[in-house]
C-alpha cells in the first residue's frame, strides 16, 4: 500500500520561509514523478513543482525563483523550499507521487502566509 504523509506546514510571515516534506512508503518512489500541488480556497488546485525520477525539476511560473523541490532517493522522501513566501501563497499544499500505473495523494498540509 501506498501512502504519502507531508509535514512542514504552518503560518508565517511574509517574506519569510517553510521546508515541506513528504515521504513516501511503499516501493513506487524510485520510478515516480514526484509533485506538490495546491489548492487555495475557492481556487482550482494548481502543479507548484514536479520532480522527476532522474532530478528534472519543473516549476509554476508564480514560484520559480522562490520555491526549490528536490528529492531523497535514499529516504524515499520529497522536499518543497519555500522562500520569499507571499500571502497568495497561501494554500494548502499536496504531494502526489506518478507512475504509470496510477496516482497517489497525500492528505496536505495547510501554508499559512500572514502578517
Known amino acids: 500500500q501506498v501512502q504519502l504523509v507531508e509535514s512542514g506546514g504552518g503560518l508565517v510571515q511574509p517574506g519569510g520561509s517553510l521546508r515541506l516534506s513528504c515521504a513516501t512508503s511503499?516501493?513506487?518512489?524510485?520510478?515516480?514523478?514526484m509533485g506538490w500541488y495546491r489548492q487555495a480556497p475557492g481556487k482550482q488546485r494548481e502543479l507548484v513543482a514536479s520532480?522527476?525520477?532522474?532530478?528534472?525539476?519543473n516549476y509554476a511560473d508564480s514560484v520559480k525563483g522562490r520555491f526549490t523541490i528536490s528529492r531523497d532517493n535514499a529516504k524515499n522522501t520529497v522536499h518543497l523550499q519555500m522562500n520569499s513566501l507571499k500571502p497568495e501563497d497561501t494554500a494548502v499544499y499536496s504531494c502526489?507521487?506518478?507512475?504509470?500505473?496510477?496516482?497517489?495523494w497525500g492528505q496536505g498540509t495547510q501554508v499559512t502566509v500572514s502578517s
Open positions: 502526489n507521487a506518478h507512475i504509470p500505473i496510477g496516482t497517489f
Open positions: 520532480i522527476t525520477r532522474g532530478g528534472i525539476a
Open positions: 511503499g516501493s513506487i518512489f524510485s520510478i515516480a514523478t
